[in-house]
């Protein structure tokens, strides 16, 4: 089924984005072709009752707004990159910098949020317009300072600090874009929203991002598609370029198989089958050492109930990517128990790596569903992708898509409920888990 969910503003491109919902007896999600962005998640709890179990808004006008990448997917590289910096055939690539002194999951304007196009090939223009992430397909003046006459480097100069200064909010880019002489014919959008279509028992969306979008090499053509078979949920991504590009694509979901609102996933079981994960720096980037998991606050080869998990090893959350098994074949890498409920999440992944983060960036400041408020630790994430920054660390798997070849992963999330629990019976379950861990700790957790 597909119902219109909003309609893009004006000054992006008024689109129309529309809401496809999947439903089995067992399961029902609504996804978005604004950013493949999963926006309600319904499972059925041991007696029967759906709750939606991810975390996100009621309105377009939420996801417009600033928000944590709620259920979209992200990319051309999700997780961090060093620097926002690599080399790749003797060429350094330079990416924009949005998370600290890193690019995270693609940059400014990744997969999941919007991008404007302009029309100009002056050289001064396209070195402003790959400044401020906009693309140039056809001549016209519209950085120039007279119709004909391409402005000099100083005012390009100029011009890409001023964006800067400004956030490179993409109102503010347009309100400034029109100001140097921007025809508003010439403003356009073709990269919006994503391309649907409709399958029989799911949607697959496509895009096409430019060559040199956010800094990356290549035009890179990129399949989603979600399927729904009774309770599992299967997200393929598949990509070629035409030329070499890394590339790392993932669902931003955050799940709370409480129900989304809940006020924390203390109550929640979680076991992820890695023998390693990758410690990171005060930035979020892997130091480049494969640690073992043995012995440490990161062993969760057996089930945890992870509030008192994080209580005994004074953690104050997770996010960390946890090393898989490396291969193409199905695995599964990761299981979530909520026993109040019985709901169960089980996933499945070709992938390498699997960051797993408890959302503690999550602050209470946003309004999400149903008036919802998301304060710290209130949802997990469960991000099945390759190791953080494996641009820069030749040990880590490959990340590079080449010409002519195809990159292809499938996540699956198996959606049930159990009657038992996970972890030893005799535990006692009679109450909530009253922790509070939202404050900060004094562990690091490198």
Known sequence: MTTAFGRMPPEEGGGEVEK???????VRVEILSFGCIISTLETKDRDGHFSDIVLGFDTLEGYMRKHPFFGAVVGRVANRIANGRFNLDGKQYQLFLNNGPNSLHGGAKGFDKVKISVSCQHTAC???AKACDVYTPEPCSIFCSEPDEPSS??????KVLLLQNLGWDTAVRTQHLERWRLPRHQLHH???????????????FFRLSPDSEEGYPGDLKVWVTYTLSGRELAINYQAQTSKTTPISLTNHAYFNLAGQGSRHVYDHEISIEADSYLPVDDTKIPTGEVAAVQGTGFD???????????????????????????GQDRCLVARVFHPPTGRTMEVHTTQPGIQFYTGNNLDGSLKGKGAAVYPKHSAFCLETQNWPDAVNKPHFPNVLLHPGEEYNHTTWLDLHFAEGFLMEPDRDRRGDTDLDLRGDTDLDLR
């Open 20 to 26: 496809f919902v999947l439903q089995s007896d067992s």
């Open 126 to 128: 396209s070195v402003v």
């Open 190 to 204: 073709p990269e919006v929203l994503w391309s649907p279509q409709v399958l029989p028992n799911g949607v697959r």
């Open 300 to 326: 969760l080869r057996q089930p945890v109930e992870l509030g008192k998990h994080l209580q005994k090893f004074h953690l104050d959350g997770f996010d960390h990517n946890f090393c898989l098994h490396q």
């Open 153 to 158: 480097d100083r005012v390009v100069l100029g």
